[in-house]
């Protein structure tokens, strides 16, 4: 099992930048990564994603060239560098983590932080 929990959001103006993160207890070096959002009344939204080792990185279309996600397995950490922030990236962010063990499903989730851009 792994333990999650986020850091970082707050509330920022259009443009500007904030690195969340995601601490993780247990073996997080084991598990891929993923990060998703929720905006109010909205679906919850998948971002992207990274591998065990960090080799590989995914992001959807509406954040590509803006977000970036990298992880350090020394600190068990996940980060989310959020640049070029727009008010329509207001949501609350979670990371998750999954492995052969889970099926490849998330199966753990942090409990989410808020990131609020103003136009």
């Known amino acids: 099992q792994v333990q999650l929990v986020e850091s970082g959001g707050g509330l920022v103006q259009a443009g500007d930048s904030l690195r969340l993160s995601c601490a993780a207890s247990?073996?997080?070096?084991?598990?891929?990564m993923g990060w998703f959002r929720q905006a109010p009344g909205k679906e919850r939204e998948f971002i992207g994603n990274?591998?065990?080792?960090?080799?590989?990185?995914y992001l959807i279309d509406s954040v590509k060239g803006r977000f970036g996600i990298s992880r350090d397995n020394g600190m068990n950490t996940l980060y989310l560098q959020m640049n070029s922030l727009k008010p329509e990236d207001t949501a609350v962010y979670y990371c998750?983590?999954?492995?052969?063990?889970?099926?490849?499903?998330?199966?753990?989730w942090g409990q989410g932080t808020q990131v609020t851009v103003s136009s």
């Open positions: 998750a983590a999954s492995n052969y063990y889970t099926d490849y499903k998330y199966a753990y």
């Open positions: 247990g073996r997080f070096s084991s598990y891929n």
């Open positions: 990274i591998t065990w080792s960090g080799g590989s990185t």
